[in-house]
């Protein structure tokens, strides 16, 4: 008898809120709304073109992609999902396709959750 188990990874999302607090200081509430929001957007929009590439096996600048998301996340305060862009940057330079779906998963969630993490702040300082 063979038992399967579903596993459902729940990792911990780290974010330093001081790159947006700076923002918010720096431009002031309304200025700061909309930078931030366009950055959220931007970065979700570059999450959705590495899916559509990974989806379409075209890894040609994949490197450079998750670059730019790292960076992106850095200036966010999305510690945890700049540094699983990093992680898989490495996997593509080891060329592990084992490691690379796994990390690649993981690039998927932290993605989802930090987004949400950062809307939902972004909600909060609009009340």
């Keep these: 008898m063979t038992n399967v188990v ?3 990874p729940n990792e911990r ?11 918010y200081r720096n431009l002031g509430t309304s200025s700061a709304e909309g930078v931030v929001t366009r950055a959220l957007g931007e970065l979700a929009l570059t999450m959705s073109g590495l899916a559509t590439q990974v989806r379409s096996h075209q890894m040609g600048d994949l490197t450079q992609q998750l670059r730019r998301l790292g960076r992106m996340a850095e200036n966010l305060g999305m510690v945890s999902l700049a540094s699983v862009s990093g992680d898989l940057s490495v996997c593509l330079e080891r060329e592990d396709p084992t490691s690379f779906a796994a990390v690649w998963a993981r690039l998927l969630r ?9 809307t939902e702040a972004l909600d909060q300082t609009l009340v």
């Design 110 to 118: 932290i993605a989802e959750r930090s987004l949400a993490c950062e």
């Design 13 to 23: 999302v780290r974010q330093d809120v001081e790159p947006i607090a700076a923002i």
């Design 6 to 8: 579903a596993l459902r």
